[in-house]
């Protein structure tokens, strides 16, 4: 068992600064959560100089913020998904934004002080002289333009036109050399302008204060490639732009942010985009002992927001092993070996549990649950989706409200909307009303405080952990637990805020393709 203590920040203010270990050991990392300046009419093709004049709007407030950046010492400043020019464009209206990315693994290239060598590349080289001005390695997303060959085969992945277009990170050095390139490879559904590598990209790089880094894009955070394979690869530190549209109760940013840091036991810095009327906001910078993050409430001016954290080096060729090995949550594993995807029980009889109360479906996130209601101020409960169960000991506080109506809900199959994924998930989530049909409905309030231990065996080791308070606030979860069996418990208590949801998501990556 290793133990540790953990600490949660909710920014509050334009800029945070959490100080930590002494240099050497840890670095000064931001994020910028960016109110993107749009096109109104992204469904347009716009000239090359017109997208230019949009693209140099967004560009201008990076360049303010790299700047800020760079006066709280910051050595790597992470920019969201589609920050520079929007989103909603066909693949034809996007064409003015595009700009032809060299592969940094096959060319040495310094947009800044070498702008002659590629023609039309001024986003680059305005990012590339923003990373040498303010020397700090600095990340933003892009569109990309690349030609393929076309051919008769129909087998062949090149599209019609002859050119692919991605969806792309550039990570660029402290003195403006291009150091990375990453194609988003799992795209989300109206990303139509965009087409997915012909094969995945597992992108990384070096840095001179943290060690390696990995690249990811928003909705590759659900699947096995590449963030698994980065993960399985012992890779530490993530670098994330998104531009994440929120789904309560299951899927709120800043939510699945923390719960793959904690389940992943890795550092994610998550910057997105802040755009209310489709949901979007929410950034942060994760570790497995600490949350620093900005999630706009209701009512709030939409604006950018920078967060500027002292991060702990996990990169484990840089730190001892065994200091790595995070103290945070509380986390117990009961054996030197966790779960295989192959090695879960499936069986009602795999656990004691407390007897079955009655059960209703009811959708939540577009799949259907089996529920069981918390009828009682504390008590115990189980509720099953075909084979997979999920158990419940809670107690509700003395100053609960009666009238909030709470419920455990199990789904175990296949998620299908708007992408493709298996699950298991375990989910003690407030309703929406008082109706039980209310339940898996958004809240974003609660006023219910409630101890609780939270468990299920899983079929696979990777299970990500979360409890939601009222108004979108993060809890670290007081306990975990994993089992060589895939038995995962989790333990909390004395909530600073009411309970939304509670939730252990179980990812079952091997399932994706049947």
Not at 80 to 100: A, C, H, V
Not at 125 to 139: D, E, G, W
Not at 180 to 192: F, G, I, M, S, T
Not at 419 to 440: E, M, N
């Amino acid at each position: 068992m290793f133990l540790f203590v953990a600490f949660l920040v909710l920014s509050l203010s334009p800029a945070i600064v959490q100080t930590g270990p002494a240099a050497g050991s840890s670095y000064v990392a931001a994020v910028y959560e960016h109110n993107v300046i749009l096109n109104p009419d992204p469904h347009v093709p716009l000239s090359r100089p017109e997208a230019l004049q949009h693209m140099k709007k967004n560009l201008d407030i990076y360049e303010e913020q790299a700047a800020r950046a760079a006066q709280q010492g910051v050595q790597i400043l992470v920019f969201p998904e589609d920050g520079i020019y929007g989103f909603n464009f066909t693949r034809s209206s996007i064409s003015g934004y595009l700009e032809t990315i060299p592969d940094p693994q096959q060319e040495s290239w310094n947009p800044c002080t070498e702008p002659d060598t590629h023609n039309h590349t001024e986003v680059l080289q305005r990012l590339s002289c923003m990373a040498r001005r303010y020397n700090l390695y600095l990340v933003a997303n892009m569109a990309d333009l690349q030609p393929c060959p076309l051919r008769t085969d129909p087998s062949s992945s090149c599209p019609p036109d002859g050119r692919w277009q991605f969806n792309t990170n550039v990570v660029f050095r402290s003195d403006g050399l291009l150091v990375a390139r990453y194609h988003k490879q799992n795209l989300y559904w109206p990303e139509v302008a965009f087409d997915t590598p012909p094969q995945p990209e597992i992108i990384t790089f070096d840095t001179p204060f943290a060690g390696r880094f990995g690249t990811m894009i928003c909705f590759d955070i659900l699947f096995r490639e590449p963030t698994i394979t980065l993960v399985e690869q012992g890779l530490r530190q993530f670098i994330y732009p998104t531009a994440w549209i929120n789904m309560l109760p299951l899927m709120d940013s800043v939510q699945f942010q923390r719960a793959f840091s904690l389940g992943a036991n890795v550092t994610l810095l998550a910057a997105n985009l802040r755009h209310d009327r489709r949901k979007m906001g929410g950034s942060g910078i994760y570790t497995p002992l600490s949350a620093t993050y900005h999630h706009a409430q209701k009512g709030d001016p939409q604006e950018g927001r920078l967060l500027v954290v002292r991060v702990p080096v996990l990169d484990p060729l840089w730190v001892n092993q065994s200091v790595a090995s995070e103290e945070g949550v509380v986390r117990e594993d009961s054996t030197s070996s966790s779960a295989t995807d192959s090695e879960a029980c499936h069986k009602d009889s795999c656990s004691d549990s407390p007897p079955s109360s009655p059960t209703f479906i009811a959708s939540m996130m577009f799949d259907q649950y089996t529920f069981v209601l918390l009828n009682e101020t504390e008590g115990e409960v189980k509720v099953c989706n075909g084979t997979f169960c999920c158990s419940l000991q809670y107690q509700r506080s003395p100053q609960s409200s009666s009238e909030e109506l709470y419920a455990l809900g199990a789904f175990a199959g296949t998620h299908t909307v708007n992408g493709r994924f298996a699950l298991q998930v375990c989910a003690l989530v407030r309703c929406a009303g008082s109706d039980p049909t209310s339940c898996g409905q958004e809240v974003e309030e609660a006023e219910t405080k409630m101890d609780f231990l939270l468990e299920a065996t899983f079929g696979t080791k990777y299970v990500y952990p979360s409890v939601l308070a009222s108004k979108l606030v993060l809890e670290q979860p007081e306990h975990l637990e994993t089992a060589a069996t895939g038995r995962v418990s989790m333990k909390h208590s004395n909530m600073t805020a009411g309970l939304v949801t509670a939730c252990l998501s179980g990812r079952m990556y091997h399932l994706d393709s049947e």
